[in-house]
């Protein structure tokens, strides 16, 4: 089974700062990981994915994330915090099985930015 | 391109009356389809998955139901709906194994 542990479920930075949102995994096997933005009363926008490839994975935004194998972690980063950043992010595992495969969320960080 | 709609995107419903929505894909075939619920503070719960139509899997035992008559068409019901049903309802569909879902714009559900 796959879960996702996101540390805090809310962030606060000030603008142009270092957003760096926390997200640890548990799968039994390699695994696909993503991360999600979700802007208020809207649906889910991916930012990025891992697939195995490379460990830097860049995404929309200027976002991106390390898989780091050893720390079963999946962090997202930005350099510098833009206003609109503000939003909820949600980190998740995919259980590959026969054809289809459903993803395992966290519970979310808000991110808060403010100026 | 693929897109995905939902609706209704807002409901407002008494406790104990039916519901039904409704989510479609177009811009691909054979796509998996995914409802989800999101309440205040608890993440996104996965409700139903279906590889095709006619196919459905059920991951949370509940008052809700799901079927998919048409190959791009996702349909979530309940007979009687309870206070607990209130929340955000997401509708995601994706391509085989491990790839990326592609969610909806929502349905808000509030029950009365």
Do not use: M, V
């Given at each position: 089974a796959q879960s996702v542990t996101q540390l805090g479920s809310h962030v606060s930075v000030s603008e142009g700062a270092l957003v760096l949102l926390r997200c640890n995994y548990s799968s039994s096997v390699p695994p696909y990981l993503f991360w999600y933005v979700q802007y208020p009363n809207q649906g889910l926008q991916l930012l990025l994915k891992y697939?195995?490839?490379?460990?830097l994975v860049k995404g929309i935004n200027g976002f991106e994330a390390e898989f780091k194998k050893s720390e079963t972690s999946f962090h997202l980063t930005k350099p510098s915090a833009h206003m609109s950043d503000a939003a909820e992010y949600f980190c998740a595992v995919s259980a590959s099985n026969s054809g289809y495969s459903t993803l395992t969320f966290g519970k979310g960080t808000m991110l808060l930015v403010s100026p | 391109s693929q897109t995905i709609h939902q609706w209704p995107a807002t409901l407002v419903q008494p406790v104990g009356s039916p519901l039904s929505l409704e989510c479609t894909v177009e811009g691909t075939s054979n796509p998996n389809l995914y409802w989800y619920r999101q309440a205040a503070g608890r993440g996104l719960q996965l409700l139903f998955y279906s590889v095709g139509i006619g196919q459905i899997s059920s991951e949370v035992p509940q008052n809700l139901s799901a079927s998919r008559p048409q190959d791009r068409q996702f349909i979530l019901s309940s007979k009687k709906l309870l206070l607990s049903d209130s929340g955000f309802y997401l509708c995601a569909w994706s391509l085989g194994q491990g790839e990326t879902q592609y969610f909806g714009p929502g349905t808000r559900l509030l029950v009365l």
């Open positions: 697939t195995s490839a490379a460990t | -």
